[in-house]
């Protein structure tokens, strides 16, 4: 099936997320749209999968103007989308979640799911996906998951399918196994429609990439482009997307963790004794899938957990029980993994969100009333140091860009002598270009001798920035390794399995035993 885009554009208000964008797709063909978070990509998809009306443009189907009022129009023409959040109900079987929508009933009106069964055993034995119809939703990984919105696609006679950032939740291993799915469904002929702004998957299995900047297409390139040419259309200007650092030279480990456990209301634990340290002077990389007790292990060390037992200490002060402010200005730096909730007020000035830890400080403030002056002497010189891209230090920080937004945040928590400073997602959503910058100030941070922790659910980031490198699985560490370690190692950690058991794996596959 030939899919064709024509001038789509799609306007929120005076906000033009789509601008013309043109966009074919043949049968069989791997199509990557790459582009940063908030190029445009998913609002497109949105259009061509019928979530959006597109404000002008057409959509054809082997040449056809079509015209979809919702997704039962785009699945009926053969167009399914596997969405970054996967659509399922955790409490049904694999089945259920198939035949929703797309229901038949038996004598009775009762739900038939005999042929759904037959179907999803056909089409798991066609592509190799070994999935169980009967299987509930909640107890399977996140890769067989996501085989199920694939397989929700295909029962429908899905010929072109949209895969909006799928690997954005996926352990290496399981990215891997999506990319060869990929591959058998172009050789049956369909069509994918891949999103992502990660350069070594998109080059791994594309036969066209087209890259969208702020909107609009902005060029096409062949898989064989290098990273440096994609990662400059992506940007619109040349970047450098290898990080030149020093080998660590730690001191000693000014911060501890012992038998830490964090506990959800329902009693789980998501946070399982942890117990590790952080030398001055080293980067310790926090990895794992997203939802592992990241967020929870950085909350608690920050104050904002409520049910906490173990220790924390800095310097040899202990830090749970203490408020936030207490573990602040004991010299934590914190960046949030999700800035426009926790980082920032978008509706205060840059100036107001550069000093929002230390408004009160003898150098901002005279008693009740702060120093205007001062603030905007502050903003005008973190502006000029991290590079900040805003109209003035008086513009609300809510309107500027994802990578600026982040550079707020990064400015405010560096400016301060810092004990211990950690990112949590410190790129996430941050344009190639901005990426750099952010990197080096880190490492900068490591190299004057502070502790520093990230977290990151992106393995290249981890690779680039760690000294040592904890994986996180179900809220216990399966290890802390070198971080020089390699991406196969790492990707079995974020599987389950214990480092020992994964470097003596690696030494085998690299021997040629397996």
């Not at 591959?183 to 080059?203: C, N, P, Y």
């Not at 117990?275 to 608690?300: C, M, Y």
């Not at 005008?380 to 860009?401: H, N, P, V, W």
């Given at each position: ?13 005076s ?59 785009a ?6 989308m ?7 109900v ?25 042929r ?44 072109v ?65 290098s ?21 660590a ?61 173990g ?34 007020v978008?509706s ?36 000029e ?25 990064m ?85 389950g ?18």
């Amino acid at each position: 099936m030939k899919l064709e885009l024509i001038g789509i554009t799609k306007r929120f208000g005076s906000l033009v997320a789509n601008d013309h964008i043109d966009l074919v797709v043949e049968p069989g063909q791997v199509h990557s749209l790459l582009g940063e978070n908030g190029a445009g990509k998913s609002t497109l998809m949105n259009v061509l999968y019928g979530l959006y009306d597109p404000t002008e443009g057409e959509i054809r189907v082997d040449d056809e103007p079509v015209v979809f009022k919702g997704p039962a129009d785009a699945m009926a023409a053969g167009i399914g989308m596997v969405h970054q959040h996967f659509m399922l109900v955790p409490v049904f079987t694999v089945a259920e979640n198939v035949a929703l929508g797309n229901e038949t009933t038996k004598a009775g009106g009762l739900l038939n799911l005999s042929r759904t069964r037959e179907r999803i055993r056909e089409i798991s034995d066609q592509y190799g996906f070994d999935v169980d119809p009967d299987a509930v939703v909640e107890d399977l990984p996140v890769g067989v998951q996501q085989r199920v919105e694939i397989i929700k696609a295909l029962v429908r006679d899905a010929e072109v399918l949209i895969l909006d950032e799928p690997t954005a939740v996926l352990t290496p291993r399981e990215t891997d196994e999506l990319l060869g799915i990929m591959g058998q469904l172009t050789a049956d002929g369909k069509s994918i429609v891949f999103i992502s702004h990660k350069l070594r998957e998109v080059k791994a299995v594309s036969d066209v990439i087209t890259v969208i900047r702020r909107g609009k297409v902005v060029g096409t390139a062949e898989p064989s482009a290098s990273t440096t040419e994609l990662a400059s259309l992506m940007v619109g200007r040349s970047v450098s997307l290898t990080l030149d650092k020093a080998p660590a030279t730690p001191g000693e480990a000014s911060f501890r963790v012992h038998e830490l456990v964090v506990q959800a209301a329902n009693g789980q634990r998501v946070v399982d004794g942890l117990s590790f340290e952080v030398s001055r002077g080293e980067i310790l990389a926090v990895a794992g899938v997203q939802g592992n007790g990241q967020t929870e292990l950085t909350e608690a060390i920050l104050g904002l957990q409520d049910h906490v037992s173990g220790s924390i200490t800095l310097d040899g002060v202990e830090l749970v029980g203490r408020s936030v402010k207490d573990i602040i200005r004991a010299g934590v730096g914190f960046v949030p993994e999700d800035r426009s909730v926790e980082g920032l007020v978008g509706s205060f000035t840059v100036a107001e969100n550069l000093v929002l830890n230390r408004y009160d400080d003898a150098a901002f403030a005279r008693g009740l009333s702060m120093s205007p002056a001062a603030i905007r002497t502050n903003a005008e010189e973190k502006i000029e140091e991290f590079d900040i891209r805003t109209q003035s230090a008086s513009s609300a920080a809510g309107t500027l860009s994802g990578g600026n937004q982040q550079k707020v945040v990064m400015a405010r928590e560096l400016s301060r002598p810092l004990k211990l400073f950690i990112a949590s997602q410190p790129t996430r959503g941050v344009d190639v270009g901005s990426i750099e910058f952010l990197h080096r100030r880190i490492v900068a941070e490591r190299d004057g001798g502070t502790p520093v922790i990230i977290v990151s659910t992106e393995l290249d980031e981890v690779l680039e920035l760690a000294d040592r490198i904890a994986v996180l699985y179900r809220g216990r560490f399966m290890g802390i390794v070198p971080g020089t370690v390699s991406r196969d190692v790492l990707g079995l950690m974020m599987a389950g399995m214990p480092a020992d058991e994964a470097l003596a794996q690696a030494d085998d596959i690299e021997g040629g035993d397996l």
